[in-house]
């Protein structure tokens, strides 16, 4: 049994202990031991030191194994990196895939549980199959062929023998408008036809105006007004469509509301008493960060891009028109139904009114193949969204600027114009009242009732020379206190929607200056045609709407601050 004792600081004589200095014979060596060094007494009672730094045996081979086993695990990660490295394509495909069809399982299970609540999740889910579907078509190179071989050479020989089929297919379109109007609208209520004659009156007038009249292709003229026109009938003369706007409407509200929760913290639970400052302005920069991230992932581009080729192959248009069109349809919904559905309505409208208004001389050098969207680079989702919500400080420091300017300006000319008229005993005298006056006859036009017109022409001419905002706002009290009918509501709600004011203009000037300063001469040479057709897209919105508009069971009044990202941009590129 060995005896074990502690030493302290001393010094000791180890016997039969080798000197390691072979140039020494000495049968003894001298050594220090430090204090509590462990000694072990043998059966012959000689003490050996059993001290770390001079014994490493066991610990030495300890080490030995944790290093094994750590080379063995960098091995494993280098040997699992290098095969993602290599197969990382195709099992992100697997992974996309099996995530789509848990997806589409899913979807399956919510029309079965619940067919009315699922309605939103199934469009949109529609919608991204259509930019998905779209996207790979491109990749595998079967759009190109499909329009090569199928939609080009039907193209070529319609267009071969179009002097023939022209009249044909102009005769067809006739009659069935005709039949449509005669079952629709004029066996019930033959006064409505009164906005159809608004809209040929709208379309000729942009025609004699246009700056080559002989240069017109129709053809997206014709497109344009039709897609108009089946938007307008799914929406106003088919439930199961209003209903799905409405649903639309509802989620996309409830979706923005998710913005109310910043503004609460940063201005308190009063934000509500500014709703354009602490509600709307909150809202557009939760709507653009979330935009920022879907375009990041390559969701809005897909689905841009689906859009934008369907426009394109059915309108005629150019590849530029037709992917700002298509992103005018999907990022700028405002929550009520009827300014979703002008919103939408409102895309193919401002398509046809730029090519009659300014027709190309030129043919498009921008192939659908060379266009690459220009999204902002970001590292990863956290970047990008926090990329949307700066984005937007140059948009609403030129909205809140242009507001204080603007209203100012208009409160002293109401004044000065007051001060004129009092002069002369009219005192009532101001800018809405001449705007009422003049612009009545275009909203009898528009379809309203002759009581409403002078209303509505005051509100069209708010919306032209300061915002859209003011115009709901007084709208909504209008409505409120009875003073307007509901369908002179319903069209006039089409009517205002979108940027059109001097105000807008400036804005929209100024902020793409801002990303394109080498564009803003031709901005400005062409601001005030833009401000007149972006309002005459709305009033060809409000003709089709009063042509076909019936009357809802519901009806949601919108206010300013829901209407805030509603858009109508048009392209007269």
């Given at each position: 049994?060995?005896?074990?004792?502690?030493?302290?600081?001393?010094?000791?004589?180890?016997?039969?202990?080798?000197?390691?200095?072979?140039?020494?014979?000495?049968?003894?060596?001298?050594?220090?031991?430090?204090?509590?060094?462990?000694?072990?007494?043998?059966?012959?009672?000689?003490?050996?030191?059993?001290?770390?730094?001079?014994?490493?045996?066991?610990?030495?081979?300890?080490?030995?194994?944790?290093?094994?086993?750590?080379?063995?695990?960098?091995?494993?990660?280098?040997?699992?990196?290098?095969?993602?490295?290599?197969?990382?394509?195709?099992?992100?495909?697997?992974?996309?895939?099996?995530?789509?069809?848990?997806?589409?399982?899913?979807?399956?299970?919510?029309?079965?549980?619940?067919?009315?609540?699922?309605?939103?999740?199934?469009?949109?889910?529609?919608?991204?199959?259509?930019?998905?579907?779209?996207?790979?078509?491109?990749?595998?190179?079967?759009?190109?062929?499909?329009?090569?071989?199928?939609?080009?050479?039907?193209?070529?020989?319609?267009?071969?023998?179009?002097?023939?089929?022209?009249?044909?297919?102009?005769?067809?379109?006739?009659?069935?408008?005709?039949?449509?109007?005669?079952?629709?609208?004029?066996?019930?209520?033959?006064?409505?036809?009164?906005?159809?004659?608004?809209?040929?009156?709208?379309?000729?007038?942009?025609?004699?105006?246009?700056?080559?009249?002989?240069?017109?292709?129709?053809?997206?003229?014709?497109?344009?007004?039709?897609?108009?026109?089946?938007?307008?009938?799914?929406?106003?003369?088919?439930?199961?469509?209003?209903?799905?706007?409405?649903?639309?409407?509802?989620?996309?509200?409830?979706?923005?509301?998710?913005?109310?929760?910043?503004?609460?913290?940063?201005?308190?639970?009063?934000?509500?008493?500014?709703?354009?400052?602490?509600?709307?302005?909150?809202?557009?920069?939760?709507f653009s960060s979330v935009m920022s991230v879907l375009f990041h992932v390559g969701i809005m581009k897909k689905?841009?891009?689906?859009?934008?080729?369907?426009?394109?192959?059915?309108?005629?248009?150019?590849?530029?028109?037709?992917?700002?069109?298509?992103?005018?349809?999907?990022?700028?919904?405002?929550?009520?139904?009827?300014?979703?559905?002008?919103?939408?309505?409102?895309?193919?409208?401002?398509?046809?009114?730029?090519?009659?208004?300014?027709?190309?001389?030129?043919?498009?050098?921008?192939?659908?193949?060379?266009?690459?969207?220009?999204?902002?680079?970001?590292?990863?989702?956290?970047?990008?969204?926090?990329?949307?919500?700066?984005?937007?400080?140059?948009?609403?420091?030129?909205?809140?600027?242009?507001?204080?300017?603007?209203?100012?300006?208009?409160?002293?000319?109401?004044?000065?114009?007051?001060?004129?008229?009092?002069?002369?005993?009219?005192?009532?005298?101001?800018?809405?009242?001449?705007?009422?006056?003049?612009?009545?006859?275009?909203?009898?036009?528009?379809?309203?009732?002759?009581?409403?017109?002078?209303?509505?022409?005051?509100?069209?001419?708010?919306?032209?020379?300061?915002?859209?905002?003011?115009?709901?706002?007084?709208?909504?009290?209008?409505?409120?206190?009875?003073?307007?009918?509901?369908?002179?509501?319903?069209?006039?709600?089409?009517?205002?929607?979108?940027?059109?004011?001097?105000?807008?203009?400036?804005?929209?000037?100024?902020?793409?200056?801002?990303?394109?300063?080498?564009?803003?001469?031709?901005?400005?040479?062409?601001?005030?045609?833009?401000?007149?057709?972006?309002?005459?897209?709305?009033?060809?919105?409000?003709?089709?709407?009063?042509?076909?508009?019936?009357?809802?069971?519901?009806?949601?009044?919108?206010?300013?601050?829901?209407?805030?990202?509603?858009?109508?941009?048009?392209?007269?590129?």
């Amino acid at each position: 049994m060995e005896n074990k004792a502690y030493a302290s600081e001393t010094s000791i004589d180890i016997p039969k202990i080798t000197n390691p200095n072979p140039r020494e014979d000495a049968s003894h060596v001298h050594i220090n031991i430090p204090e509590k060094c462990p000694i072990t007494l043998d059966k012959q009672n000689t003490p050996t030191v059993t001290d770390k730094e001079t014994t490493h045996t066991g610990e030495t081979e300890e080490s030995l194994s944790k290093e094994t086993c750590l080379q063995n695990v960098l091995k494993i990660q280098r040997k699992l990196s290098a095969y993602y490295h290599q197969q990382k394509h195709k099992l992100w495909k697997i992974t996309k895939f099996i995530l789509l069809i848990g997806w589409f399982v899913y979807i399956a299970f919510a029309l079965l549980y619940n067919p009315e609540g699922a309605i939103v999740v199934t469009v949109i889910t529609g919608l991204a199959s259509l930019g998905i579907g779209y996207s790979l078509m491109k990749e595998n190179g079967f759009l190109g062929k499909l329009q090569t071989h199928c939609f080009k050479p039907c193209f070529q020989c319609v267009t071969k023998n179009w002097r023939f089929l022209r009249w044909f297919a102009y005769g067809l379109a006739l009659v069935g408008i005709a039949t449509l109007l005669y079952f629709l609208v004029a066996k019930e209520n033959p006064e409505y036809l009164r906005s159809l004659a608004g809209l040929v009156t709208i379309i000729v007038l942009t025609f004699i105006t246009s700056t080559h009249p002989t240069k017109v292709n129709w053809r997206p003229v014709v497109w344009g007004l039709g897609l108009q026109f089946i938007f307008g009938l799914v929406v106003l003369r088919w439930e199961s469509g209003y209903k799905l706007f409405e649903a639309m409407a509802n989620t996309f509200r409830d979706f923005l509301r998710h913005s109310d929760t910043g503004s609460i913290f940063m201005f308190g639970e009063a934000y509500t008493n500014h709703p354009i400052a602490f509600q709307a302005f909150p809202q557009a920069i939760f709507f653009s960060s979330v935009m920022s991230v879907l375009f990041h992932v390559g969701i809005m581009k897909k689905v841009i891009g689906g859009v934008g080729w369907i426009m394109e192959v059915t309108c005629g248009t150019t590849t530029i028109e037709s992917i700002n069109a298509a992103a005018n349809i999907i990022v700028s919904g405002a929550p009520p139904v009827h300014v979703v559905s002008a919103a939408i309505m409102s895309a193919p409208a401002a398509l046809a009114l730029s090519k009659l208004s300014c027709p190309e001389t030129e043919e498009s050098l921008t192939k659908r193949g060379d266009l690459k969207l220009d999204i902002p680079k970001a590292s990863n989702i956290l970047d990008a969204a926090s990329n949307g919500a700066v984005i937007t400080i140059k948009l609403i420091s030129h909205v809140v600027v242009n507001i204080i300017a603007f209203s100012g300006l208009m409160t002293f000319v109401n004044a000065a114009l007051s001060y004129i008229g009092g002069r002369v005993g009219l005192a009532e005298l101001s800018f809405k009242f001449i705007c009422g006056k003049v612009l009545s006859p275009l909203a009898y036009l528009l379809g309203v009732t002759w009581a409403d017109a002078e209303k509505v022409g005051e509100l069209i001419g708010i919306k032209l020379f300061v915002n859209e905002y003011l115009s709901y706002e007084l709208m909504n009290r209008y409505y409120i206190e009875g003073v307007m009918t509901e369908r002179s509501v319903a069209i006039t709600t089409y009517t205002l929607t979108g940027f059109g004011s001097v105000m807008d203009i400036g804005i929209v000037v100024g902020v793409i200056s801002a990303y394109a300063p080498n564009k803003k001469a031709d901005l400005s040479k062409m601001a005030m045609r833009t401000l007149l057709l972006g309002n005459v897209a709305g009033w060809l919105t409000a003709c089709v709407a009063g042509v076909l508009y019936q009357g809802q069971d519901s009806y949601y009044v919108p206010t300013s601050s829901a209407i805030f990202n509603s858009t109508t941009t048009i392209s007269t590129m």
